[in-house]
């Protein structure tokens, strides 16, 4: 099994916003030489094909398998009435904007969430934000037959209680078919508004630990 280690740091806190403050984090893993190892996401085609209301939208941190899971994003959707939209031209690269989020006509109308899920021994509890919406700007190259997905990135939002998240990321294409396509997440950082609790931090922090001892 490949020797990996993780870093996750608090930075610390980011000025008042709001009259709280906000704490910054950054979820990432990495191998012994440095190398970053992403998380994945895939999106399976709505009936209408790419872009289009219906498609749905997943990601994780790569490591459901191990139980080792730092962050899960599941049950987003183009909602009705959404869909894929032409933000800028530049030569023969288009970029797309499209924004996901809960929609009751799809995925039974389960709400779309971020967990920050529990790793066992670790942190008290795992943390679920919901009234999640993400959107992605992706860039594609129609000079390129068929056209080439360059990637792109996102930001989020989400709440959970009294609790605010902001995210952000990048991604990368791997794949794709007539299904949907696929590909992986170098990272995502986090910002939580308020702080969290001292407790939370910490135990967030350990689970690198944890994992730097599972994997060394």
Not at 82 to 94: F, L, M, Q, R
Not at 121 to 139: H, M, N, P, Q, R
Not at 151 to 160: L, N, P, R, S
Not at 163 to 171: Q, R, Y
Request: charged share 20%; aromatic share 10%; with cysteine.
């Amino acid at each position: 099994m490949r020797k990996a280690v993780v870093i996750l740091t608090a930075v610390g806190l980011a000025g008042a916003v709001c009259g709280s403050a906000a704490a910054d984090v950054m979820l990432g893993t990495w191998d012994s030489d440095g190398d970053l190892l992403p998380g994945v996401w895939s999106e399976v085609y709505g009936g209408d094909g790419p872009g289009q209301p219906g498609c749905g939208l997943s990601a994780n941190d790569g490591f459901e398998e191990s139980g080792l899971t730092q962050w899960r994003l599941t049950g987003l959707y183009i909602p009705s009435g959404g869909g894929a939209v032409k933000e800028s031209e530049d030569g023969t690269i288009t970029t797309w904007k499209t924004v996901y989020t809960t929609d009751p006509g799809f995925g039974g109308g389960e709400p779309a969430s971020l967990e920050l899920l529990e790793a066992p021994g670790l942190w008290g509890e795992a943390v679920t934000f919901t009234d999640v919406e993400v959107t992605i700007w992706a860039e594609v190259d129609y000079g390129e037959d068929p056209p080439l997905y360059l990637g792109g990135v996102f930001e989020g939002t989400g709440v959970a209680g009294d609790l605010l998240v902001e995210f952000s990321g990048a991604v990368e294409r791997s794949g794709f078919d007539a299904a949907g396509h696929w590909g992986t997440v170098p990272f995502i950082s986090l910002t939580l508004i308020p702080e969290p609790t001292p407790l939370v931090v910490l135990g967030l922090a350990g689970i690198a630990v944890f994992r730097a001892r599972r994997w060394g």
